[in-house]
């Protein structure tokens, strides 16, 4: 349980190396599955189950099937994500988008992740498809244009609860803009002072 509750994050830097040294990995499954969970915080097991017919390119939306037990969700397909699963190629009899061993569903592909890890100087304990997918969440959260009801909807969260652990995150941005406003007060009545100043010397 403990391990289930860590949240991860990357900087931008981090962020900027992961997704080079995937573009640059030879797995394209591998180097394509990072890149969709840093885009759309999408959960391991809902990639290895995905297929191209849950892809909506039409309508920009990708329907996740039984996510975490539960009933069937959408999320957003954003432009990175489209132009990614756009130049993805496709497996020949295999409804999958990131098939496994004779077409059939993925189980696991854990050695390329960690290679693009490890490769990208993440260190050692970072998740690479879930860490990404705390990446995602946490970059929203520390965004300040993306609440967190919004958010626990992308990120199919079934009790707000689990959305919960990024509220600090939130609150931090909430202090940014808060200190923005008393910047500007403060600035406004600077210079409503410095007028007050010139109109009295030109007496």
Not at 54 to 72: A, E, M, R, S, V
Request: net charge positive; proline share 4%; aromatic share 6%.
């Amino acid at each position: 349980m403990k391990n289930s509750l860590k949240t991860e994050s990357l900087d931008s830097a981090q962020i900027k190396r992961l997704i080079e040294t995937a573009e640059a990995d030879p797995n394209v499954d591998a180097s394509a599955m990072i890149r969709l969970a840093l885009f759309t915080g999408m959960r391991r097991g809902e990639m290895m189950k995905l297929k191209w017919e849950h892809i909506d390119f039409k309508q920009g939306f990708i329907t996740l099937k039984d996510p975490k037990g539960g009933t069937d969700q959408t999320i957003p397909l954003n432009d990175p994500a489209r132009r990614l699963l756009e130049a993805h190629p496709r497996t020949e009899g295999s409804p999958f988008i990131f098939p496994g061993n004779k077409g059939q569903q993925r189980v696991d592909n854990k050695r390329s992740l960690r290679r693009i890890r490890d490769n990208a100087g993440l260190p050692k304990d970072f998740r690479p498809l879930h860490g990404c997918r705390h990446a995602f969440a946490s970059l929203l959260a520390s965004s300040g244009q993306v609440d967190l009801y919004r958010l626990q909807k992308l990120l199919t969260h079934k009790s707000f609860s689990m959305t919960e652990r990024y509220a600090h995150l939130s609150d931090e941005s909430l202090k940014n803009a808060s200190n923005v406003a008393g910047t500007i007060i403060t600035q406004a009545v600077t210079t409503a002072s410095e007028k007050s100043q010139e109109k009295k010397s030109d007496k």
